[in-house]
């Protein structure tokens, strides 16, 4: 696609509840991204994937975050048993190769947890 | 210590003046620099990147490193009241080359 796409791009849960957060990268793309970003902060890195690689998971804030994505395309990340501090933008980025440092960002998915 | 430290702000300047961003790093072994600009409400865009001592100039704007003194910053020439907005300083993480980490944001305001 032209742009990094993220669905949904509203979601209201209940505390507890299982989300699932999609984002399709630009088509090439072999490098993809998750952050978050909390009202008002900067953006917290919680996971990356590099083409067949193993992903960094370095950043999921608990077991409860996780996140897949199969090959160079679509990636879902699902957050488990929601609490009211998981409130966010999740967003994505995507690059086309290691050698390229430029992110291109998606428009992000707001989450409140109530 | 913050891997990426930022001034929140606000920074209010007057329109045409120039408007300077810092930032500062810790980890010495970074070897790429970046600047995005995020609009409220919106995602980030990248504006400026720079790998190498000294300055790199693109329009009206300017980003300065000093590897030495772990040190980032952007100038914005004849400021404009749209270029309001979070301004993002981002550094990669030497460890993970391919993992960047920002700072939490500068928020200029341009006055008229």
């Known amino acids: 696609g032209a742009g990094v796409s993220q669905s949904p791009s509203n979601k209201v849960t209940e505390k507890g509840k299982d989300v699932e957060l999609r984002c399709d990268p630009i088509s090439g793309h072999t490098a993809l991204y998750w952050y978050r970003q909390r009202l008002g902060q900067g953006l917290e890195f919680l996971i990356y994937?590099?083409?067949?690689?193993?992903?960094?998971k370095s950043g999921l804030p608990s077991d409860r975050f996780s996140a897949e994505r199969t090959g160079e395309s679509v990636s879902t990340l699902t957050i488990q048993r929601t609490q009211q501090e998981d409130s966010a933008v999740y967003l994505c980025?995507?690059?086309?190769?290691?050698?390229?440092?430029?992110?291109?960002f998606g428009s992000g998915t707001r989450l409140t947890v109530v | 210590q913050k891997e990426v430290e930022q001034n929140s702000g606000p920074l209010s300047v007057p329109e045409g003046a120039i408007a300077s961003l810092n930032c500062t790093y810790s980890d010495r072994g970074s070897q790429s620099f970046f600047w995005y600009r995020q609009y409220s409400g919106k995602s980030p865009e990248l504006i400026m990147f720079i790998y190498s001592n000294g300055d790199k100039e693109d329009g009206r704007f300017t980003a300065q490193l000093n590897k030495a003194s772990q040190y980032v910053s952007l100038l914005i020439r004849d400021s404009q009241p749209s270029d309001s907005a979070t301004y993002l300083c981002a550094v990669n993480i030497y460890s993970s080359a391919s993992k960047i980490i920002f700072g939490s944001g500068t928020r200029l305001s341009i006055r008229p």
């Open positions: 980025a995507s690059r086309p190769d290691r050698g390229s440092f430029g992110y291109t």
């Open positions: 994937f590099q083409g067949n690689s193993a992903p960094d």
